[in-house]
């Protein structure tokens, strides 16, 4: 059985400190899963703030190396990636959303060059018309079009609008894999369900498979198949997304089920309170 | 762009006055092309004549109207200054950009090669050149020297945005888009360190027309051609303020005078106005 | 908290610190000889008293964000109030913000703190973090370096930081940890007047309680308004005491958020609160049919009528005043109060 992304104790260390301190912080700490070629699935990350999450997905696209450990997509090792040629090719199948809209828009950028330099590279749209035409449909998927898009500065676009730009851009090349940092952490419920609903018909249909790095418990319980749940780096819980949510065992992880906020005034407050109290006292 | 020259012009006193200053200095470097004679020429008017209505800037002892004289030299020294500065530019950004984005070892290296250059005197490297060029020594060859000597300094300082920018995450936004590294720099890395580059061409420009002057004073470039520094030179080997001809000495002075502020209030103003952050305050971001 | 408070009058009275009239503020683009004008803040009106926290939720691009920067006084061109007026009053300063901008400006930092959405626009990405306290903050505080590096430490420890982040460079930080680094920026002053676009959303749900705990916290101690804009219903439901949905650049409905939660007067209300997605259940979760409605063009009478499934004849051509509403509220629909969650 081939596999699609394969992590093998693969752990990142950052230098913390001064100048002159040698100490470092290990923010992937010695993980390991792996996602099959043939099932395309929707793998979710959750874990807390500072957890190493966003840095699992940089080494997934390549823009960092682990200090040990490998990444091998679908057979090369992708630290091995070196020239270009080999570069794009991983690119039109892997394909990255991030974290926070504003920053992934350079702001003296239009918008929609980033959409155009996709099509152009990875879609092999070569003509204006063409490269509006292979966009405008990417954003028909996200319930944007090319007229709302076209010509505009990211400051110009709610951070909503911008997140959807960047979802329909990665779709662009037809990718096998889509790291999704939070891509969903920035729109509101109802578009939230439509992103995240899309992310199921890609996988069902276009047999897309998915790395979803969230914070939300629950659409990861809504659309994942698998779920590992990262505390300072190291995975402490993993395994079938709903068996896991539904009864974590690690008391980290029942910690983050309790926290996430009961949609019901009363209630919620109440756990804010309680949480207050905790901390203080 | 009409309208952004207006609003400076309008707004921002530094750049009125330094406009100002330059466009004085421009019409003077025009005005070269309509010389009466050439500028070559010795003994073309009238020697020793103070400034009055006939000759405005008066006339120096070598027969030469120094309006005529100021204009020849004010163009060929401006020449000088922003072919230097125009080369090292290309240099600094290329260096600067390149060895901030790809960072690690690479980056190390350039940086010590870097510094080193940097450490080297000018003048001396400049001055033994000279010495063995003698002839071959003509100002092309003298500005491309400058300008590999003069780069170090602001490759550095852009490779410090640089660094930044490339972890910026719009950075690996723009490369999974399909662009290429050379779009990156130059699309969107570019317009942040433009700032830098203004500065430092002004500062540039300025070290560049120094060094001109300063060789020329000691009469190690083409005398004949006619510079603020050769002016100077010239001046001095006929004792020009022993024997009263100030003129021929203050004329240059306070061009070169002109030039360094005007410039320096341009590029301050230009400044502020090319800032990313207040490009981005003004599109309303 | 043991902290000895700083001085400030106890008021009690519910009193109106923001009053906001009919306002109305557009982005205005000439491009390429076509104007385009984007009506984001549409003919609002509504008042934040003290002592409270005021939530404003809605889609996105329902223009939250271009109503705080209005609010805020943060508007740039081509953005324009058009129509319109934004009042504080601090004590005995009263500012209306677009008559007396350089009241307003005195007020900024000291009376009223802005959060703002995307967290890295406040920080410089190339100073290490410390610089931005003793920017933003240090002048306000009138306290020695000491004493100022100790209470931002004890400020960040709060918010769950290690002091050390104030060595750091932003990009060495978490999406998360830069978040509550603007926050703790935005607190350490503790406001009269704080202004929150989606504080929480990069949070994990462990440290969003925390976040969320300690500016109600502050709130409280202080007796400060808050406005807190998020599109999250279950954070409006934990810290918010009265919530606004705006949809399509205006209001929809405002009211106690407890009131609104139990019985939403306004279908889109209703389909927000519904629409949340809850551990263990899995079922579809529809998003709104049709598409959100362009702001350039928007529809009708009622801005929901395309996407209301209990829209009627009327509901095209007459635009619904925001009226009082059962609940002790406004709303504006022709139908209020005829949906009922569940
Ligand atoms: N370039 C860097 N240099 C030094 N430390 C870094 C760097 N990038 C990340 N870190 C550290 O690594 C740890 C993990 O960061 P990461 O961004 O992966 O967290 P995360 O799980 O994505 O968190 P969040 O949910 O807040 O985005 C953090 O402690 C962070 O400070
Ligand atoms: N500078 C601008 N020029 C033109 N249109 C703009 C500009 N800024 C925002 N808009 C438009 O105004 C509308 C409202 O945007 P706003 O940022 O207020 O939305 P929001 O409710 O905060 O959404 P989100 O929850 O996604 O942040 C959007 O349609 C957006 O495209
Ligand atoms: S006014 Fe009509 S269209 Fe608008 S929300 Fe009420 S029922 Fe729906
Ligand atoms: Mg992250
Ligand atoms: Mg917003």
Known sequence: MSKLLELDHVTKLYP?????????????????FSLDADKPEIFAIVGESGSGKSTMAKMMLGNEVPNSGRLVFDGTDISTIRNRSQREAFMARVQPVFQNPFEAFNPLTRVDAYLFGTAHRFAGANNQAEKERVCDEALQRVGLSMAEIKGRFSHELSGGQLQRVAVARALIPSPKLIVADEPVSMVDASLRMSIVNLFRSLRDELKVSIIYITHDLATAYYISDRVIIMQKGVVIESGDARAVLDN???????ALKNAVL???????SAAIRLRSAAAAG | MFKVLRDLLRYNREFLFGSLLIAIILAVVVASYFAPYDEMMTYAVIPDMPPGSEYWLGTNSRGQDMFWQLAASMRNTLIFGIVVALISRVIAIAVGLISGYVGGKTDQAIMAFNDTLGALPNIPILLLLVFVLRDQMTWPVLALTAALLGWTHDSRLIRSVALSLRTREFTRHAAFSGMRTTQILLREHLPYVMPIVFFTTMNNLIWAIGLEVTLSILGFSDINRPTIGGMIYWANAHSAMVAGIWWWIAVPMVAVVMLFIGLFLLAMSVNEYIDPRSRLARMGA | MTEVLDFKPAVTQAQDVLTIRDLKAYYVNDMFGVRREVRAVDGISLTVRRNEVYGIAGESSSGKTSLIKTLAGAIRPPMRVVDGSVNFSFGDTHIDVYAEPEKMKAARWQNLSYIMQGSMSVLNPVRRIKHAFNDFAFRHMGLDRRAFRQRVESHLQKLGLDPNVLEAFPHQLSGGMRQRVTIALATVCEPEFIIADEPTTALDVLVQQDVLGLLK????????????????????????DRLAIMYAGRLAEEGPTQAMFDNPQHPYTAHLIASLPRIGDVSTRKSLAGKPPSLANPPSGCRFHPRCPIAIDRCSKEVPEMLPSAIGGRVACFRAGEVAVK
């Not at chain 1, 009961?262 to 919620?268: E, Q, T, V, Y």
């Not at chain 3, 916290?217 to 918010?240: C, K, N, P, W, Y």
């Open chain 1, 16 to 32: 913390v400190g001064g100048l002159f301190s040698r100490q470092s912080i290990k923010a992937v700490n010695d993980v390991s």
């Open chain 1, 248 to 254: 974590p065992t690690h008391p980290y992880s029942i």
């Open chain 1, 262 to 268: 009961p949609p019901d005034p009363r209630a919620a």
């Open chain 3, 217 to 240: 916290e502050v709130q409280a101690r202080l007796g400060s308004s808050v406005v807190f804009v998020t599109h999250d219903m279950s954070v409006h439901a934990a810290i918010t």
